[in-house]
């Protein structure tokens, strides 16, 4: 299955993608040359293909539109896969112009996600992508319901590709512990991530799962059974939103190599600091206590954008080493 070199992907979650989008948090009047000139980097770098981690597109007020412009974009690919975010699992009712869950796969299909199974398994080079659906209709939170979770069990224990890597849209750690924020958990979080870390944990050629929807930079890695067991945690960032970036993965024997790309347009940096820092999640930060910056948290330190992951590396800890000092609030 292999070819012959190691298969890159790339990894873009959270773009977020909208005709018409309004600037709040999130530079959504820029996601268009945001993503397209991140694409053009990708191409660039010849990966074997790209895998869209949800919320690919806005989906207010303009679902459709948003949904062509995402598919022009993603088209420039030869393969591309994608799963589903919460923007995508919003309730149609809730809103004019929203797409529905069904309407968006529908016009995905033989990207991943069916009608029939939003959960998927591909192949690209010698990597085997399950994509998993952590969302429920209607909310933020994050959910792997029994049905996918069987499926997931199911394709884990058939596979037979030396790597292997899951892709999802909900965290199954939370990067600012060891603080407790309920809203975040609530909102970022898969409920029972337990079981889905359990479950990845029973293979030892799982080599990452995926995710975004918190629109931060964290790489930890989650401990297996045994003192060298276990996989990687990969939270990438948003394109459109402070830090801006997407990944670039490259699967080897021993160790998978990440990098984060980001976007070359003039100013996008500090357009996207000013404008995170108005936002409902750095007011919410903001109310832990912490001593450093809400933009150092989403940033993440150097090791979580330009990495080395060794597959048989021991697992220091089952939960993300902060970038920041972890001080409890008191």
Not at 171 to 200: C, H, K
Not at 255 to 266: A, C, H, W
Request: hydrophobic residues 40%.
């Amino acid at each position: 299955m292999g070819l012959g070199r190691p298969t890159t992907l790339a990894h873009i979650t959270d773009a977020h993608v909208t005709k018409f989008g309004r600037r709040t948090a999130v530079l959504k009047d820029l996601t268009i040359p945001i993503l397209d000139d991140l694409i053009e980097q990708f191409l660039e770098r010849q990966v074997d293909g790209a895998l869209f981690g949800g919320d690919n597109i806005d989906n207010h007020g303009d679902g459709a539109g948003d949904l062509d412009a995402f598919l022009g974009l993603a088209d420039r690919f030869d393969r591309w896969l994608c799963t589903v975010g919460n923007h995508e699992s919003a309730n149609a009712m809730r809103g004019p112009g929203r797409l529905s869950k069904d309407q968006f796969i529908e016009r995905v299909e033989g990207h991943g996600p069916r009608l029939e199974r939003s959960s998927w398994s591909e192949v690209i080079g010698d990597v085997r992508v399950i994509g998993l659906d952590t969302t429920l209709t209607g909310t933020h939170g994050g959910f792997v319901t029994p049905r996918a979770m069987d499926f997931l069990a199911r394709e884990l224990r058939m596979a037979d590709e030396p790597h292997i890597v899951v892709l999802g849209h909900h965290l199954l750690a939370a990067p600012w512990a060891p603080y407790q924020l309920d809203a975040w958990n609530a909102e970022y979080l898969v409920a029972n991530r337990g079981d889905v870390i359990s479950l990845l944990s029973t293979c030892p050629r799982v080599r990452a799962y995926l995710c975004g929807h918190h629109h931060a930079s964290r790489i930890h890695r989650i401990a297996g059974r045994g003192d060298s067991s276990g996989f990687y945690h990969i939270l990438s960032p948003s394109p459109a939103a402070f830090p801006h970036g997407a990944r670039l993965l490259t699967f080897e024997d021993e160790q998978m190599t990440v990098e984060t790309l980001k976007p070359r347009i003039v100013g996008i940096t500090e357009a996207g600091r000013e404008a995170v820092m108005g936002g409902r999640k750095a007011q919410r930060f903001a109310t832990l206590g912490w001593t450093r910056t809400f933009t150092e948290y989403v940033e993440g330190r150097t090791s979580d954008n330009e990495a080395v992951l060794r597959y048989d590396a021991p697992a220091t800890s089952s939960r993300p080493q902060s970038a920041l000092d972890e001080r409890r609030v008191s």
